[in-house]
């Protein structure tokens, strides 16, 4: 989990900055600069800004998830931030993750405030969405709605896009739940990806792909692997099935 963090940086008094960014960069420096500074920063390449705690009889379930966009291991707070990873980690846009990324630390009408943002995304074309994970029952309350609205207006002055979420779809969390499991480095099957593409070059159901070796065992994972690294597409929304329809996608498409 993540080590523990020393804050002795603080910001400073009736500055003209009225919001500041703390962090920990990848040599585990520590970092306090204005807010308008941030989107100079690479957060993805830096430590999380503070410890997940982690003890028996806890109401969260926290844990580690390597995620295969970026070859990196994050550590969530609970199963709903953890599900949150993966959705993130599946999507073609998402170019890397990083958690606990930053402390915001700010003063406005109602006073001092501070929020660690949940988790830093950047995607592949340069932007970056910033998302906060919350339980379905906290999202109405008071103090939740202000942190939402203090962390959008510092994302909007930023230029990055921002969310607070609950929980996913069903259908969209049960299909890349399950393709998840498949999302590591082929080593020994990896000859097995031409053919497949080549074979998938008109769409095809699922379950005539997987026939084409005498051994269909061996060539659903490998498969499914294409799937979660969209080299291979189909429907997301519908639910996954022999019957499902994929189809390779264009060369110039596979970057993952």
Not at 170 to 181: D, H, I, S
């Amino acid at each position: 989990m993540s080590p523990k963090r020393t804050r002795t940086l603080r910001p400073v008094r009736y500055a003209p900055d009225q919001l500041f960014v703390h962090y920990y960069d990848a040599q585990q420096t520590e970092r306090l600069i204005p807010a308008s500074q941030a989107a100079t920063v690479r957060f993805e390449d830096c430590l999380p800004a503070r410890e997940i705690p982690s003890y028996a009889g806890m109401r969260h379930t926290p844990g580690s998830y390597w995620a295969a966009s970026c070859d990196a291991v994050l550590d969530y707070e609970s199963y709903l931030e953890a599900k949150w990873m993966k959705l993130l980690d599946f999507d073609s846009q998402v170019a890397a993750l990083a958690a606990q990324p930053f402390i915001l630390e700010g003063v406005d009408a109602q006073g001092k405030w501070t929020h660690v943002p949940d988790l830093f995304v950047r995607r592949t074309n340069g932007s970056v969405l910033l998302l906060d994970v919350k339980n379905p029952q906290q999202l109405a309350k008071l103090r939740v709605v202000q942190q939402a609205e203090r962390t959008e207006k510092a994302c909007q002055d930023l230029g990055w896009d921002y969310r607070m979420v609950g929980d996913p779809d069903p259908q969209l969390w049960a299909t890349v739940e399950w393709l998840c499991g498949y999302r590591r480095p082929l080593n020994a099957t990896a000859d097995l990806v031409d053919p497949i593409l080549a074979l998938a070059t008109q769409p095809i159901a699922l379950g005539d792909l997987v026939s084409f070796r005498h051994d269909p065992e061996v060539a659903r994972p490998v498969i499914y692997h294409l799937m979660w690294h969209h080299h291979l597409l189909f429907d997301i929304d519908r639910p996954l099935r022999d019957h499902t329809r994929v189809w390779a996608a264009p060369a110039s498409e596979r970057t993952r």
